[in-house]
Protein backbone atom coordinates (compact mmCIF):
# COMPACT_ATOMS: atom_id res chain seq x y z
CA UNK A 1 0.00 0.00 0.00
CA UNK A 2 1.67 3.27 -1.04
CA UNK A 3 0.55 6.29 0.49
CA UNK A 4 1.04 10.02 0.03
CA UNK A 5 0.49 12.33 2.92
CA UNK A 6 -0.73 16.05 1.61
CA UNK A 7 -0.07 18.71 3.68
CA UNK A 8 -3.09 21.25 4.33
CA UNK A 9 -0.90 24.45 4.74
CA UNK A 10 -1.77 24.86 7.79
CA UNK A 11 -0.27 23.40 11.40
CA UNK A 12 -2.64 20.44 11.01
CA UNK A 13 -5.24 19.11 9.18
CA UNK A 14 -2.93 16.94 6.81
CA UNK A 15 -4.49 14.22 4.50
CA UNK A 16 -3.50 10.67 4.06
CA UNK A 17 -3.97 9.26 0.93
CA UNK A 18 -3.58 5.48 -0.78
CA UNK A 19 -5.00 4.03 2.41
CA UNK A 20 -8.07 1.59 2.69
CA UNK A 21 -8.57 0.88 5.75
CA UNK A 22 -10.39 -2.00 5.39
CA UNK A 23 -7.73 -3.66 4.31
CA UNK A 24 -4.86 -5.54 6.23
CA UNK A 25 -1.83 -2.45 6.83
CA UNK A 26 1.75 -3.02 6.78
CA UNK A 27 3.79 -2.02 9.97
CA UNK A 28 5.45 -0.21 7.37
CA UNK A 29 2.79 1.48 5.84
CA UNK A 30 1.39 2.46 9.93
CA UNK A 31 4.04 3.80 10.75
CA UNK A 32 4.19 6.49 8.22
CA UNK A 33 0.14 6.95 9.27
CA UNK A 34 1.54 7.48 12.83
CA UNK A 35 4.70 10.06 12.02
CA UNK A 36 2.14 11.76 9.90
CA UNK A 37 -0.07 12.20 13.16
CA UNK A 38 2.86 12.79 15.37
CA UNK A 39 4.08 15.71 13.29
CA UNK A 40 0.84 18.02 12.93
CA UNK A 41 -1.65 16.14 15.77
CA UNK A 42 -4.76 15.75 13.17
CA UNK A 43 -4.93 14.40 9.92
CA UNK A 44 -7.94 12.83 7.46
CA UNK A 45 -8.09 10.03 5.51
CA UNK A 46 -11.39 10.00 3.18
CA UNK A 47 -13.71 7.76 1.55
CA UNK A 48 -13.74 4.87 3.92
CA UNK A 49 -16.42 2.12 4.12
CA UNK A 50 -15.36 0.43 7.14
CA UNK A 51 -17.19 -1.84 9.85
CA UNK A 52 -17.28 -0.81 13.58
CA UNK A 53 -14.23 -3.95 13.93
CA UNK A 54 -12.44 -2.72 11.73
CA UNK A 55 -12.65 0.69 13.32
CA UNK A 56 -11.39 -0.96 16.23
CA UNK A 57 -8.58 -3.14 14.86
CA UNK A 58 -6.93 0.36 12.80
CA UNK A 59 -7.67 2.64 16.29
CA UNK A 60 -6.10 -0.04 18.40
CA UNK A 61 -2.87 0.19 16.28
CA UNK A 62 -2.30 3.60 18.39
CA UNK A 63 -2.56 1.89 21.79
CA UNK A 64 -5.44 0.78 24.60
CA UNK A 65 -8.96 1.55 23.60
CA UNK A 66 -10.52 3.83 26.05
CA UNK A 67 -14.16 4.00 26.18
CA UNK A 68 -16.16 7.11 27.01
CA UNK A 69 -17.28 6.66 30.61
CA UNK A 70 -20.52 8.92 31.01
CA UNK A 71 -23.67 8.89 29.23
CA UNK A 72 -25.26 5.25 27.03
CA UNK A 73 -23.98 6.31 23.78
CA UNK A 74 -21.48 3.43 22.69
CA UNK A 75 -22.37 1.69 19.77
CA UNK A 76 -24.43 -1.85 20.53
CA UNK A 77 -22.08 -4.14 20.60
CA UNK A 78 -18.96 -2.13 20.80
CA UNK A 79 -18.59 -0.16 23.72
CA UNK A 80 -15.22 1.06 22.24
CA UNK A 81 -17.18 3.09 20.13
CA UNK A 82 -19.24 6.42 21.32
CA UNK A 83 -22.29 7.33 18.45
CA UNK A 84 -22.21 11.40 17.94
CA UNK A 85 -25.30 12.08 16.49
CA UNK A 86 -28.64 14.82 16.30
CA UNK A 87 -30.82 12.71 15.22
CA UNK A 88 -34.23 11.63 17.47
CA UNK A 89 -35.97 8.23 17.54
CA UNK A 90 -39.02 8.08 19.62
CA UNK A 91 -38.11 11.43 21.15
CA UNK A 92 -34.49 10.09 22.45
CA UNK A 93 -31.36 10.72 20.41
CA UNK A 94 -29.53 8.22 19.03
CA UNK A 95 -25.93 9.52 20.49
CA UNK A 96 -24.23 11.95 22.04
CA UNK A 97 -25.38 15.20 20.55
CA UNK A 98 -23.83 18.09 21.65
CA UNK A 99 -20.45 16.69 21.13
CA UNK A 100 -18.27 19.51 20.12
CA UNK A 101 -20.11 21.92 20.77
CA UNK A 102 -17.80 24.05 21.94
CA UNK A 103 -13.75 24.21 22.18
CA UNK A 104 -12.48 21.00 24.03
CA UNK A 105 -10.11 18.20 24.55
CA UNK A 106 -11.67 14.72 24.41
CA UNK A 107 -12.26 13.43 28.02
CA UNK A 108 -9.97 15.78 29.66
CA UNK A 109 -11.66 15.02 32.84
CA UNK A 110 -9.76 11.70 33.35
CA UNK A 111 -6.99 11.06 35.34
CA UNK A 112 -5.61 9.38 32.24
CA UNK A 113 -6.96 10.84 28.82
CA UNK A 114 -6.68 8.85 25.55
CA UNK A 115 -3.76 9.74 23.21
CA UNK A 116 -6.42 10.64 20.20
CA UNK A 117 -9.69 10.08 19.02
CA UNK A 118 -10.78 8.64 16.08
CA UNK A 119 -13.56 10.12 13.99
CA UNK A 120 -15.39 7.78 11.27
CA UNK A 121 -17.96 10.22 9.51
CA UNK A 122 -21.48 7.85 8.40
CA UNK A 123 -23.49 11.28 7.87
CA UNK A 124 -22.80 14.52 7.53
CA UNK A 125 -25.88 17.27 7.86
CA UNK A 126 -27.07 18.80 5.00
CA UNK A 127 -28.97 22.55 3.97
CA UNK A 128 -30.14 23.14 0.25
CA UNK A 129 -27.82 20.53 -0.56
CA UNK A 130 -24.63 22.30 1.29
CA UNK A 131 -22.85 20.69 3.67
CA UNK A 132 -23.12 22.34 7.03
CA UNK A 133 -21.56 21.89 10.48
CA UNK A 134 -18.18 21.76 10.11
CA UNK A 135 -16.18 20.02 12.91
CA UNK A 136 -12.99 22.00 13.52
CA UNK A 137 -9.78 21.20 15.10
CA UNK A 138 -7.45 23.84 16.72
CA UNK A 139 -3.99 23.26 17.97
CA UNK A 140 -2.88 24.09 21.24
CA UNK A 141 0.61 23.16 20.32
CA UNK A 142 0.93 25.99 17.58
CA UNK A 143 -0.73 28.15 20.06
CA UNK A 144 1.71 27.37 22.73
CA UNK A 145 4.78 27.69 20.14
CA UNK A 146 3.28 31.12 19.37
CA UNK A 147 3.15 32.94 22.80
CA UNK A 148 6.21 35.15 24.22
CA UNK A 149 8.19 34.31 26.35
CA UNK A 150 7.38 35.99 28.92
CA UNK A 151 3.96 34.70 28.98
CA UNK A 152 5.76 30.64 29.08
CA UNK A 153 7.42 31.29 31.64
CA UNK A 154 4.30 32.42 33.51
CA UNK A 155 1.93 29.65 32.49
CA UNK A 156 4.89 26.40 33.55
CA UNK A 157 4.03 24.67 36.35
CA UNK A 158 0.67 25.60 36.98
CA UNK A 159 -2.39 23.48 37.02
CA UNK A 160 -5.83 23.40 36.20
CA UNK A 161 -8.58 21.44 38.09
CA UNK A 162 -11.06 19.89 35.88
CA UNK A 163 -14.72 19.16 36.88
CA UNK A 164 -17.12 17.60 35.00
CA UNK A 165 -19.10 17.52 37.90
CA UNK A 166 -19.55 21.03 37.40
CA UNK A 167 -19.68 20.99 34.04
CA UNK A 168 -23.12 18.64 34.12
CA UNK A 169 -24.18 20.04 36.94
CA UNK A 170 -24.36 23.51 35.10
CA UNK A 171 -25.81 22.05 32.22
CA UNK A 172 -28.41 19.85 33.45
CA UNK A 173 -28.52 17.91 30.75
CA UNK A 174 -29.32 14.79 32.18
CA UNK A 175 -25.94 13.49 32.51
CA UNK A 176 -25.60 14.92 36.49
CA UNK A 177 -25.43 11.47 38.00
CA UNK A 178 -22.94 10.30 35.78
CA UNK A 179 -21.10 13.55 36.68
CA UNK A 180 -21.07 13.18 40.14
CA UNK A 181 -18.77 9.74 39.70
CA UNK A 182 -16.03 11.16 38.36
CA UNK A 183 -13.83 13.38 40.87
CA UNK A 184 -12.13 16.75 39.97
CA UNK A 185 -9.22 15.96 38.05
CA UNK A 186 -5.60 18.15 38.00
CA UNK A 187 -3.57 18.66 35.07
CA UNK A 188 -0.70 20.76 34.06
CA UNK A 189 -1.85 23.63 32.29
CA UNK A 190 1.33 23.16 29.96
CA UNK A 191 1.61 19.70 28.80
CA UNK A 192 4.69 17.79 27.24
CA UNK A 193 4.36 15.14 24.16
CA UNK A 194 5.69 11.90 25.32
CA UNK A 195 6.36 10.84 21.64
CA UNK A 196 7.40 14.04 20.15
CA UNK A 197 8.50 16.41 23.19
CA UNK A 198 6.43 19.30 21.43
CA UNK A 199 4.48 21.36 24.07
CA UNK A 200 0.99 22.27 23.94
CA UNK A 201 -1.75 24.08 25.76
CA UNK A 202 -4.22 21.96 27.86
CA UNK A 203 -7.41 23.01 28.48
CA UNK A 204 -11.48 23.46 27.80
CA UNK A 205 -13.46 25.88 27.15
CA UNK A 206 -16.39 23.93 29.58
Same mark, same amino acid.
Given at each position: ??????P????????????????????? $?F????K?????? $??????????P?????F??R????????????? *??????? *?????????? =??????????????????????????????????????????? $??????????????? @??????????? *???????????K???? =?? &????? @???????????I? &?? =????????
Open positions: MSIEIRSGGVLGHEILGVDLARPISDS $TADIEAFNDCG $TVVIRGQKITEQQIATRFGELDSYPAGNFA *LPGHDAI *LVVSNILENG =KPIGMIDAGRNWHSDMLFTEKPPRCSLLYCLEVPQKDGVTVGD $TMFASTAAAYDALPG @DMKQRLAGLKT *LNSFRAYTAARDGRE =KA &GAEFP @DVVHPLVRTHPT &GR =KCLYLSES
